[in-house]
């Protein structure tokens, strides 16, 4: 598995608004936004190209267009859809996936409520979007679901993670080609599975909170 931890100020800063409590839902989505399109830039960068020629006003040139299958994004609902906006202005002509998981906040297990995904991944490059990896249970979930159908490597887009969660989500995926890139590693869990300091439950940071 590669690990790529952004390390830019532009990220930071965001990160660092994007943590603050009194950051209101509209500000927060935004912020969510421009940090996916920084990282994105980072998480595409082995994305699949073929050769093609073509004619500039001035003379033809070699050039590169993204390979098909294009490549499948794939947000985990809720939080992951927060951030699909900001993967699709940096990668227009991406198919886009949906998977909606939750966790159980008692026993940190999450369950696939939702998905409507294409069939076959066969040999399709897909990209995870998912702000929080905490216990790393639902990425884990995420990508063997991905894998099952045939995709060929995985890369999830995480904001924030803890070292627990990616040491598991690590273990789990032994033997396959997964990239994460993250906005940041934090400190660790804390005794509710929160990401320590976080920033809190992202899908409600987003949305507003559900009654479960
Ligand atoms: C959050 C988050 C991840 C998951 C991370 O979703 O968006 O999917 O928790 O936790 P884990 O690494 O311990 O599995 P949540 O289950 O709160 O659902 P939501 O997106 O609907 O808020
Ligand atoms: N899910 C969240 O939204 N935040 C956390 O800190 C952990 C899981």
Redesign the pocket.
């Known amino acids: 598995m590669r690990v790529h931890v952004a390390d830019h100020p532009l990220v930071t800063h965001k990160l660092t608004l994007l943590r603050d409590r009194s950051t209101p839902s509209p500000t927060f989505r935004a912020l969510a936004e421009e940090l996916v399109t920084l990282l994105a830039y980072e998480a595409t960068r082995s994305v699949r190209t073929e050769p093609v020629r073509i004619d500039t006003p001035v003379a033809s040139t070699d050039g590169l267009a993204l390979a098909t299958p294009l490549p499948l994004v794939v947000p985990i609902l809720r939080?992951g859809l927060g951030m699909l906006e900001g993967m699709v202005k940096l990668v227009p002509t991406a198919e886009v996936g949906f998977l909606g998981m939750v966790?159980n906040e008692e026993t940190l297990e999450p369950t696939v409520y939702a998905e409507r995904l294409p069939n076959d991944l066969e040999s399709r490059q897909c990209f995870v979007l998912d702000p929080?990896l905490?216990t790393g249970g639902s990425l884990i979930a995420a990508i063997d679901y991905l894998f099952d159908r045939g995709a060929r490597d995985v890369t999830a887009i995480c904001l924030i993670a803890a070292p627990e969660g990616l040491a598991a989500v690590e273990r789990a995926t032994e033997g396959r080609d997964v990239t994460i890139v993250l906005g940041s590693l934090d400190a660790r869990l804390d005794e509710r599975?929160?990401?320590v300091p976080?920033l809190?439950?992202?899908?409600d940071r987003l949305y507003g909170t559900v009654a479960s």
């Open positions: 939080a966790r929080m905490a599975g929160y990401i976080g809190g439950d992202a899908g």
